[in-house]
């Protein structure tokens, strides 16, 4: 089974700062890597996703997928107090498999 | 905008009660899921379904079983409640085939309470 390890637990950053989230995981032939966005008293929401060896840059969001090292990363620039959430790395062992998520970063950002 | 909807939003009952929640998604579908959400945020795949298969996670008691109506319908029963019960249960649904874009299209949840 594909583990998904995050990390930090948590990060409070100042208004405009750069917020960079890590998530490592266990399978270098993993299909897909998904980051979802979760506030408090909601179901998680799909942010941005990697397939492909490199990066990917939406808006204010870049994603860094290295298979070798069995990492990525999710950097957010100029964070905004409305990016408070809990960041959920996501895993895809397959095309037709299930995802596998992390526990979470808890980020807080201070205006 | 809202496309996956529970009810309760919350449900406190005591333990040994039989409890029932609801999820509909007006997306079109084919496959949706329940999750489970602890107290540190992590999510646990209960099961997946659609009108062909279901898939159980062999870890889930089986007092919790999914009953579904349609394709656009699932719901989650828990027979008898224990205490480890008390979660967030979270419900999704997604295309079905091998698309690397299928996502998950989550619910606002149901946070469950048992006494």
């Known amino acids: 089974q594909e583990k998904v390890q995050q990390s930090p637990e948590s990060l409070i950053v100042p208004e405009g700062a750069m917020s960079s989230l890590n998530c490592t995981f266990s399978?270098?032939?993993?299909?897909s890597i998904w980051w979802y966005q979760q506030h408090p008293g909601k179901g998680p929401e799909a942010l941005i996703?990697?397939?492909?060896?490199g990066n990917k840059k939406e808006g204010r969001l870049t994603v860094y997928l290295n298979r070798a090292s069995l990492h990525v990363s999710l950097h957010i620039r100029d964070s905004q107090p409305s990016d408070s959430a809990v960041y959920l790395c996501?895993?895809?062992?397959?095309?037709?498999?299930?995802?596998?998520f992390g526990a979470g970063t808890q980020l807080i950002v201070i205006p | 905008e809202t496309a996956v909807f529970q009810t309760p939003n919350y449900h406190v009952t005591q333990v040994g009660n039989e409890v029932s929640f609801n999820c509909k998604q007006t997306?079109?579908?084919?496959?949706m899921y329940w999750y489970k959400q602890d107290s540190k945020k992590l999510l646990k795949i209960m099961f997946s379904?659609?009108?062909?298969?279901?898939?159980v996670n062999e870890t889930v008691p089986r007092r919790f079983s999914p009953q579904s109506s349609d394709k656009a319908h699932l719901n989650l029963r828990i027979k008898s409640v224990e205490p480890e019960d008390s979660a967030v249960y979270l419900c999704?649904?997604?295309?079905?085939?091998?698309?690397?874009?299928?996502?998950?299209?989550f619910g606002a949840g149901t946070r469950l309470s048992v006494l």
């Open positions: 379904y659609n009108n062909k298969q279901l898939i």
């Open positions: 996703s990697i397939f492909s060896n």
């Open positions: 999704a649904s997604s295309r079905t085939g091998g698309a690397l874009q299928n996502t998950l299209y």
């Open positions: 996501a895993v895809r062992g397959s095309a037709l498999g299930r995802l596998h």
């Open positions: 399978n270098s032939a993993s299909q």
């Open positions: 997306l079109g579908h084919d496959t």
